[in-house]
């Protein structure tokens, strides 16, 4: 991936008070994190990041986070820039370090892998930005009552 | 209510599942009148998809009545008749706004296992496994349709069933292969595979001003067909030598335009080929490489084998020739395709070789898998 300047970077497109919210990291009491890509456990994630299709001030309104990205509060850190080309934003996130990987039934509900939700969580955003809603799945027959045939 | 679904390896069945329900505010629900059977189906039924499971249903081409409508949507009403494009769209993102639906960002429901790649996703459709990103098919009584503004289009009064359900996804690809192959008045232009979709290139091709359209096969009713109703000169490569025909009838210089649209053989699974079994040898492909004149255009429709073996790279390169992949056609032609069919300027009926109740559907793509009496198409009603 390219690396990308922080939000800080992002220049005047975004207020003041956006690049505040936005670029803030928040800490996380507990210990061990994420390895790098070297194995290293001391070394930051990768970020993961998606080009969203609106000028970044539709992403990030009034600079605060948009759904579901603010429900990963003081587990992640973001970036932001205008995406070259009139393509939109590029929106990066990335677990932050000293972040533990949920265990339990946490990590049955959004696996154990950070960066995996963290994709999804930009994923999400992206849908919700460029068409109003997350789209769900068809439910399937093993999700319902068997229908007597 | 009855849906045709897959349910082992080779084997269909019309089983009772669950009524689609509205999951989104743009979705609508439409009771299916026809669907047809469709080439990229064929890879599915061989049971070598990895992401199949039983009871995943079937069929990417359809048209119907809506039934019921999300609060989001706009432009349908219970009771409109509509064409359901095959691919699911969103028309938000980038590649919908430059009229690019096939290649969609937002399609994917199930974002967590439908994209390993990571924003490399391919785009949802129809009739596709779930975690591959797709949505149950149109063989069935009803069918939810996501982002029904976008995907589902209005059928003119004066266009019946059996002529719009082609608007779906064959005459779009057709239409698709023409237009990629930037196919020029005057141009000479050939094309494998004399099925629907390659009938409807060939029509494609002739309204771009195309002067002589070839197309190649080897059945015989299939080329009969090509010729009547798309002025297409046939080639049958059990009996012409394919490269002298296309040299000759082309001043030598070999077609402008090479599509292939031969659908997809029975491919060999990525387990088969990291078991070291090679992959299959695109004959179709190859024999279009070296026909194509220099810097010519090679268009590879969907349907064609995950991996292929011996592809003639050196031809493509040393002669410039353009490559362009198409696997499923954009929604943006939809509505142009359904106007000339209702100005009877498109006619696609005599597509629909075989018409059968849903119940019959196995024995409908049995037919349509092995071209057996002359089945172009099985196109089946609820």
């Keep these: 991936m390219v690396p990308m300047g922080r939000l800080a970077r992002a220049g005047p497109a975004l207020g003041g008070a956006a690049l505040a919210r936005a670029a803030r990291l928040l800490r996380v009491p507990r210990g061990g994190g994420r390895p790098g890509a070297d194995g290293d456990a001391a070394a930051p994630a990768r970020w993961e990041v998606v080009t969203v299709d609106r000028p970044p001030e539709q992403v990030l309104p009034d600079g605060r986070w948009p759904e579901p990205l603010g429900r990963l509060d003081g587990a992640i850190e973001v970036r932001v820039r205008p995406a ?6 590029e929106l990066a996130a990335r677990p932050l370090a000293g972040v533990t990987p949920p265990t339990g039934l946490a990590a049955h509900l959004v696996g154990d892998d950070p960066a995996l939700l963290v994709r999804r969580t930009l994923r999400q955003v992206k849908q919700r930005v460029e068409t109003g809603e997350v789209l769900r799945a068809d439910r399937s027959a093993l999700d319902r009552p068997e229908v007597p045939g | 209510m009855r849906a045709l679904c897959w349910v082992a390896a080779g084997e269909l069945g019309v089983r009772e599942v669950p009524d689609p329900e509205l999951r989104n505010e743009r979705d609508v629900i439409v009771r299916v009148r026809r ?10 039924l061989s049971g070598r998809h990895p992401l199949l499971r039983a009871g995943d249903v079937l069929g990417a081409e359809f048209l119907g009545e809506v039934v ?3 609060p989001g949507v706009r432009r349908h009403r219970v009771g409109d008749r509509v064409v359901v494009g095959a691919s699911v769209a969103c028309g938000g993102c980038w590649y919908c706004r430059q009229g690019r639906h096939s290649c969609c960002d937002n399609a994917h429901a199930d974002l967590a296992s439908a994209d390993p790649d990571w924003a490399r996703s391919d785009v949802g459709c129809f009739g596709r496994p779930r975690a591959a990103g797709g949505f149950a098919g149109g063989h069935a009584e009803y069918v ?5 503004d976008v995907s589902a289009f209005r059928v003119p009064d004066g266009v019946d069933d059996d002529r719009a359900v082609f608007a779906a996804d064959a005459a779009p690809s057709g239409w698709l292969a023409a237009e990629v192959g930037a196919v020029r008045p005057g141009d000479v232009v050939a094309i494998w595979g004399a099925g629907a979709v390659g009938q409807l290139t060939a029509w494609a091709a002739v309204r771009r001003g195309a002067t002589r359209v070839l197309i190649v096969d080897r059945y015989e009713e299939r080329l009969r067909m090509a010729e009547r109703h798309c002025a297409a000169e046939p080639l049958d490569y059990r009996r012409d030598d394919i490269a002298a025909e296309l040299r000759d009838r082309s001043g030598g210089r ?3 335009v090479c599509v292939v649209a ?5 491919t060999r699974s990525v387990a088969d080929r990291f078991g070291g079994q090679h992959a299959d040898r695109p004959d179709a492909l190859r024999e279009a490489v070296h026909a194509c004149r ?3 255009m090679v268009v590879v429709l969907g349907g064609t084998a995950g991996f292929v073996d011996a592809f003639p790279l050196g031809a493509l390169t040393e002669r410039r020739l353009t490559l362009h992949g198409a696997g499923r056609p954009d929604l943006r032609d939809v509505p142009m395709l359904l106007d000339r069919m209702a100005r009877d300027e498109l006619r696609t009926e005599h597509l629909a070789t075989h018409r059968l109740p849903l119940a019959r559907g196995p024995e409908g793509y049995a037919l349509f898998r092995d071209r057996a009496d002359g089945c172009v198409r099985a196109v089946f009603t609820p």
Excluded: F, I
Excluded at chain 2, 262 to 266: E, I, L, M
């Design chain 1, 84 to 89: 070259p080309g009139d393509r939109g934003t």
């Design chain 2, 35 to 44: 669907s047809a059977t469709s080439g990229g189906d064929l890879p599915l």
């Design chain 2, 68 to 70: 019921e409508v999300g």
């Design chain 2, 144 to 148: 939810r349709v996501p982002y029904a």
């Design chain 2, 254 to 256: 070999g077609p402008d």
């Design chain 2, 262 to 266: 031969v659908g997809a053989p029975p």
């Design chain 2, 294 to 296: 220099k810097s010519g």
